[in-house]
């Protein structure tokens, strides 16, 4: 049967051989632990604690700033140390409540729930909220808020992205290998929010043993499917993911609602699954340490606020000088100069590469060759894009559907020459985006 798929789209090496067959393993944190206000989209959370309280793991420690926001919760129990501005993986420094690790991981008892089936979708809706649940794929989206669309009779397909599509990472394809259950819970979750949809696993094609473990999981269950996807990136993006599952084409103007999907993460729809059946908030993510220049490659489980560098030393430390740090992986990814910064909510990888593994080559001149155009998965023509950057022509960007692009960086990836295409249109982007802002709160 043909695989599913988009058009355009790019093969890059995957370097995923590095952690695919390494189980996932739980690493404790050994400093403090670090949570910043703004792990998502939309308004900091604030703290509700102050320094010198003493906190268990699983206590709320910030509160959530109104409907499209979230809030905290500690991972460990300790003393709150400071709460002071401190440097994440963006470089940027955030507001952030620091605290010092007892080593006793006691933790909060949790509110009986209801069995599931008494509870209401209001009712599960506001846990998911509670429990600070945002889009752990990299978004930060609030996923409450994502599960609560204007219309909700008109939602399909719920769709778990388990392509995974981004090379080197593997910390969905452990989940779902080592937790398969966890996944299914969240999204049969998910899909009973919502009177008329179905559930679809979207699985790439290199991920086959996952993919014929999941028929057989589901094979009585006629409301949850599974999709078999073609390897090639971005596949997980979600317009690409939208398209290759149902056929349905959405703009940058568009929500996944428009096209009556909602498409979530595969951690964050464990964390839906424990949040509405055991009351549990989110504490812990699956993180993927990897790259030619990690000594021992690895795929862990960690609690939220533990320092990447720690994560870099279980990993068995540098095997060798990396020529690049990358938060994520290497083509939504960016680089970071310094690892001591904190695991948050949307920390999947950190890929350390070796001069062998990063491109040196310096830009060159536009050869006119298309193949930009081929590779991009939105149809647009990025060169053009770079070359309105390039005369800083807003207008002629705008026209030739800028603001369409997804940032997958496969243009890039296949230029000849070089350019730093996706860099640049990302940089236009960023400005028409803070226009838009700035006009919609006038
Ligand atoms: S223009 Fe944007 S969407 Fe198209 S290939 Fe480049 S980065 Fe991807
Ligand atoms: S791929 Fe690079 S060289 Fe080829 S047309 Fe696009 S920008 Fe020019």
Request: aromatic share 6%.
């Given at each position: 049967?043909?695989?599913?798929?988009?058009?355009?789209?790019?093969?890059p090496?995957?370097?995923?051989?590095?952690t695919?067959?390494?189980?996932?393993?739980?690493?404790?944190?050994?400093?403090?632990?670090?949570?910043?206000?703004?792990?998502?989209?939309?308004a900091p959370?604030?703290p509700?604690?102050?320094?010198?309280?003493?906190?268990?793991?699983?206590?709320?420690?910030?509160?959530?700033?109104?409907?499209?926001?979230?809030?905290?919760?500690?991972?460990?129990?300790?003393?709150?140390?400071a709460?002071?501005?401190?440097?994440?993986?963006?470089?940027?420094?955030?507001?952030?409540?620091?605290v010092?690790n007892?080593?006793?991981?006691?933790?909060v008892?949790?509110?009986?729930?209801?069995p599931?089936?008494?509870?209401t979708?209001?009712?599960?809706?506001?846990?998911?909220?509670?429990?600070?649940?945002?889009?752990?794929?990299?978004?930060?989206f609030?996923?409450?808020?994502?599960?609560?669309p204007?219309?909700?009779?008109?939602?399909?397909?719920?769709?778990?992205?388990?392509?995974e599509?981004?090379?080197?990472?593997?910390?969905?394809?452990?989940?779902?290998?080592?937790?398969?259950d966890?996944?299914?819970?969240?999204?049969?979750?998910?899909?009973?929010?919502?009177?008329?949809?179905?559930?679809?696993?979207a699985?790439?094609?290199?991920?086959?043993?996952?993919?014929?473990?999941?028929?057989?999981?589901v094979?009585?269950?006629?409301?949850?499917?599974?999709?078999?996807?073609?390897?090639k990136?971005?596949?997980?993006?979600?317009?690409?993911?939208i398209?290759?599952?149902?056929g349905?084409?959405?703009?940058?103007?568009?929500?996944p609602?428009?096209?009556?999907?909602?498409?979530?993460?595969?951690d964050?729809?464990?964390?839906?699954?424990?949040?509405?059946?055991?009351?549990?908030?989110?504490?812990?993510?699956?993180?993927?340490?990897?790259?030619?220049?990690?000594?021992?490659?690895?795929?862990?489980?960690?609690?939220?606020?533990?320092?990447?560098?720690?994560?870099?030393e279980?990993?068995g430390?540098?095997?060798?000088?990396?020529?690049?740090?990358?938060?994520?992986?290497?083509?939504?990814g960016?680089?970071?100069?310094?690892?001591n910064?904190?695991?948050?909510?949307?920390?999947?990888?950190?890929t350390?590469l070796?001069?062998?593994?990063?491109?040196?080559?310096?830009?060159?001149?536009?050869?006119?060759?298309?193949k930009?155009?081929?590779?991009?998965?939105?149809?647009?023509?990025?060169?053009?894009?770079?070359?309105?950057?390039?005369n800083?022509?807003?207008?002629?960007?705008?026209?030739?559907?800028?603001?369409?692009?997804c940032e997958?960086?496969?243009c890039?990836?296949?230029?000849?020459?070089?350019r730093?295409?996706?860099?640049?249109?990302?940089?236009?982007?960023?400005?028409?985006?803070?226009?838009?802002?700035?006009?919609?709160?006038?």
């Amino acid at each position: 049967m043909a695989k599913l798929t988009f058009k355009g789209g790019i093969h890059p090496h995957e370097g995923k051989e590095l952690t695919k067959d390494k189980p996932i393993r739980e690493v404790l944190p050994k400093g403090d632990l670090v949570y910043p206000m703004s792990q998502h989209i939309g308004a900091p959370a604030t703290p509700i604690v102050a320094v010198g309280d003493h906190v268990l793991a699983g206590q709320k420690i910030a509160e959530a700033q109104g409907f499209v926001s979230a809030p905290v919760y500690a991972t460990v129990s300790g003393t709150v140390k400071a709460i002071e501005k401190r440097r994440v993986v963006t470089g940027n420094l955030v507001e952030s409540i620091i605290v010092e690790n007892d080593g006793n991981y006691e933790e909060v008892e949790y509110p009986a729930v209801k069995p599931l089936e008494e509870l209401t979708t209001e009712e599960k809706i506001n846990m998911i909220r509670e429990a600070g649940i945002v889009g752990m794929g990299g978004a930060g989206f609030p996923t409450a808020v994502k599960l609560s669309p204007k219309e909700p009779e008109k939602i399909e397909y719920i769709i778990a992205n388990c392509s995974e599509c981004e090379p080197y990472l593997t910390s969905d394809y452990r989940r779902m290998k080592e937790n398969p259950d966890l996944l299914l819970q969240g999204l049969r979750i998910a899909v009973g929010l919502f009177p008329n949809a179905k559930g679809i696993l979207a699985i790439e094609d290199n991920k086959q043993d996952v993919i014929d473990m999941f028929k057989e999981m589901v094979r009585d269950d006629d409301k949850i499917l599974v999709k078999e996807l073609m390897t090639k990136y971005p596949e997980g993006a979600e317009r690409m993911l939208i398209y290759a599952c149902t056929g349905r084409e959405i703009n940058s103007s568009q929500l996944p609602a428009d096209a009556g999907c909602i498409v979530d993460n595969v951690d964050t729809l464990v964390a839906v699954g424990r949040a509405v059946t055991e009351g549990k908030p989110l504490m812990e993510r699956i993180v993927t340490i990897t790259g030619e220049a990690i000594n021992d490659p690895c795929n862990f489980k960690v609690r939220i606020g533990t320092n990447y560098a720690e994560l870099i030393e279980e990993a068995g430390g540098f095997k060798t000088e990396p020529a690049k740090i990358i938060s994520g992986g290497p083509m939504m990814g960016f680089a970071i100069f310094d690892t001591n910064v904190p695991t948050t909510k949307t920390a999947s990888a950190m890929t350390c590469l070796t001069d062998a593994e990063v491109e040196w080559l310096a830009p060159t001149a536009c050869i006119n060759c298309a193949k930009c155009v081929e590779a991009c998965p939105e149809h647009l023509v990025p060169k053009n894009l770079a070359d309105a950057v390039e005369n800083d022509d807003e207008e002629r960007f705008l026209k030739e559907y800028g603001m369409e692009c997804c940032e997958c960086g496969c243009c890039s990836f296949v230029c000849p020459a070089k350019r730093h295409l996706t860099q640049q249109i990302k940089g236009m982007r960023k400005i028409q985006l803070g226009k838009r802002a700035a006009a919609a709160k006038k």
